[in-house]
């Protein structure tokens, strides 16, 4: 099926510029020591399929991401075991902010998986806080694409500058395969790509664009979005634009 999502940035938008009520921060009383900032943890801030999730499909695919960009020398001393009765074997990759892990073998139905992950290191050199997380099993593997449920802006809406683009599908998809080639946000004139950073929240259903700088006025852009996986590794062949 085939969804459009073009979007006409004729602009009109408010520049506001109040002084925020006095939200100023408070100075530390005289002679009263001042806090050090707690030091921000390497740690894993998502992971697919979700912590306790249940009747998880059986050729699931297993994502971790991470809230830093990760030394990618580091690899060799991390750990990362996915455990169902045995240790389960399969592709490991690594990109700058994921480990993830494709079964050799489809995971046996209605059991439980115990994920861990520790070991790594981020650009910055902090070692990664440990990470456990377990799921549950269905009793079928998953042979259906993704679909996309909610696209916003929606078609023909006129919109800010500053606007992000925002996709939500029917279940948790593969942040492996989203980027720009399947999450394409372009001039609709001229087919030039929009850059920018692509984010997935943390149940894996909503991928948000943010285009690295402000729109254009009166221009018209489109969206197409064509083979992000889910976590079993079907692709969707719907397209928003």
Known sequence: MLRKCLLLLYVVFFIGCGMGGGGGSEATPAGQPTQPQEEKLFKVVSVSPADNAADVAVNAAITLTLNEAIDLASEKDMNFTVVQNTLTGGKVTLT???VGL?????????STVVVKLSGLKSKTGKTMAPFTSSFTTGKE???????IVDVSPLTGAVVGVDTTVTATFNEPIDPLSLN?????????ATHTAVTGALTLDSA???????PSANLAFSTLYGVKIVGVKDLSGNATTTTAG
């Open 204 to 210: 894996g259903t909503k991928a948000t664009f943010t």
């Open 102 to 110: 494709t079964p050799d073998k489809d995971f046996q139905g209605l």
């Open 141 to 147: 593997p998953d042979k259906t694409p993704p679909t």
């Open 180 to 188: 720009a080639n399947t999450f394409l946000v372009e001039v609709s």
């Open 96 to 98: 700058e902010t994921t």
